[in-house]
């Protein structure tokens, strides 16, 4: 493979070691800036509820640790995490911060969270019994989240549960510290799912007198003052996804991806390219051999398969499509009318970014761009900008 030059390197790229470049696949960098000025939009926009943040899964595939420490510098105070192990994560960076663990309160966990100071999120009366004997037993008074299930039926008490520990926020000294539910369908805008969910959080929620109230997620934040209650929880929205889909994102983009050409081949017309020959060359065309595949997150159903459209990557400031399936490490592109001697072997080129959004990749991959940032694999050199 050719050394690196600078006309190789990814213009926003800067202060990298490039002999890291000259052996790396690809380039994912990660536009920290970006994720603060989509926080803080999202912020003002849920006025007066508080605005928290989901880092879970790695903060979305973006890096929980340097996600986390630059929420906390634009002043994000509260966090939600799926798991104990991402808990410890943030506790490590966030010595004051609120941490909530997402699935909850498990049997013997409980001096895990005592020694964090972090809060379940609990959804079950069984799991609410447990944690309450270990604030027993040990003399701890940690506090948790109380989750309702309003009509998304995946975990939360149901109502008439819920409606059983109103007596006990009544007496008082109860270590509830939020109650919550989430939303099923709120990308959809008009709906009615979101009314109907909306009209029995709040009626249930009114009962907990004093505790704070959560229900939006990201594109809850979208659907009005009405979902705000307390506090929002944005996530994938913070990381470029688009909480709006049925209009353009609000949401500056925060993921740029690029991997190598490593070859570039010519094939005559009839000729087919990758595994099961479903691609023919209708002219005689270039190709470009490029240093991603499925193991790195680029999901094999956006292959440039005859009779479908398959992804594009950005080659020379030319959107180029797939050529035949993509492999395990590599895909084809069909770079026939890029001009002569613009991408050569060695280049970069451009799978996410500069207008190619995680949204549309998720299309293309038959999914959403949740799923496309969180399988984002970990053989690119990361690149941060704006790290505190």
């Known amino acids: 493979m050719t050394a690196v030059s600078e006309k190789t390197i990814p213009a926003h790229i800067t202060h990298v070691d490039t002999r890291t470049l000259d052996s790396s696949p690809g380039v994912l960098t990660v536009d920290l800036d970006a994720i603060a000025a989509n926080w803080r939009q999202l912020e003002s926009r849920a006025v007066p509820a508080e605005c928290s943040a989901v880092v879970k899964a790695d903060a979305y595939g973006c890096g929980l640790e340097p996600v986390t420490r630059k929420l906390r510098s634009v002043g994000c105070k509260t966090f939600f995490v799926a798991t104990l192990d991402e808990a410890r994560r943030v506790r490590d960076i966030a010595a004051d911060a609120v941490i909530y663990?997402?699935?909850?309160?498990?049997?013997?966990?409980?001096?895990?969270?005592?020694?964090?100071?972090?809060?379940?999120?609990?959804?079950?009366?069984?799991?609410?019994?447990?944690?309450?004997?270990?604030?027993?037993?040990?003399?701890?008074?940690?506090?948790?989240?109380i989750h309702i299930n309003t009509g998304?039926?995946?975990?939360?008490?149901?109502?008439?549960?819920?409606?059983?520990?109103?007596?006990?926020?009544?007496?008082?000294?109860?270590?509830i510290s939020l109650v919550m539910s989430h939303l099923a369908c709120a990308e959809e805008l008009n709906n009615a799912t979101n009314a109907r969910q909306a009209h029995?959080?709040?009626?249930?929620?009114?009962?907990?007198?004093?505790?704070?109230?959560?229900?939006?997620?990201?594109?809850?934040?979208?659907?009005?003052q009405h979902f705000h209650f307390d506090m929002v929880r944005?996530?994938?929205?913070?990381?470029?996804?688009?909480?709006?889909?049925?209009?353009?994102?609000?949401?500056?983009?925060?993921?740029?991806?690029?991997?190598?050409?490593v070859q570039i081949r010519t094939v005559q017309k009839g000729e087919t390219a990758g595994y099961g020959a479903l691609w023919t060359a209708k002219r005689p065309s270039r190709l470009a051999i490029i240093s991603a595949g499925y193991a790195d997150g680029y999901f094999r159903a956006a292959?440039?398969?005859?009779?479908?459209?398959?992804?594009?990557?950005?080659?020379?400031?030319?959107r180029c499509p797939l050529a035949g399936r993509i492999s395990m490490d590599l895909l084809t592109v069909d770079i026939t009318d890029v001009a002569h001697g613009a991408a050569r072997r060695g280049h970069f080129v451009t799978l996410i970014g500069d207008?190619?959004?995680?949204?549309?990749?998720?299309?293309?991959?038959?999914?959403?761009?949740?799923?496309v940032l969180t399988s984002l694999g970990h053989r690119y050199t990361r690149i941060y900008r704006g790290e505190v």
């Not at 069984?126 to 506090?143: I, Q, Y």
């Not at 049925?246 to 050409?261: F, G, H, N, W, Y």
């Not at 398969?305 to 990557?313: D, Q």
């Open 355 to 371: 207008g190619i959004t995680v949204d549309e990749l998720g299309h293309h991959f038959g999914t959403i761009g949740y799923e």
């Open 152 to 175: 998304m039926s995946r975990l939360g008490l149901n109502i008439e549960e819920a409606a059983g520990l109103v007596p006990r926020v009544q007496q008082g000294n109860h270590g």
């Open 234 to 261: 944005p996530g994938a929205a913070l990381y470029g996804v688009n909480p709006t889909p049925e209009s353009d994102t609000p949401m500056q983009p925060v993921v740029d991806l690029k991997a190598r050409i």
């Open 200 to 224: 029995t959080f709040r009626e249930i929620a009114s009962q907990f007198s004093g505790v704070p109230a959560s229900l939006a997620n990201s594109s809850g934040i979208f659907l009005g």
């Open 303 to 318: 292959s440039g398969i005859e009779g479908t459209r398959s992804a594009e990557v950005l080659v020379a400031g030319h």
């Open 101 to 145: 663990v997402l699935d909850g309160y498990f049997a013997n966990s409980g001096d895990a969270f005592a020694k964090l100071n972090c809060r379940p999120v609990i959804g079950d009366l069984s799991e609410l019994a447990e944690w309450d004997a270990f604030r027993r037993t040990s003399g701890w008074s940690g506090l948790a989240a």
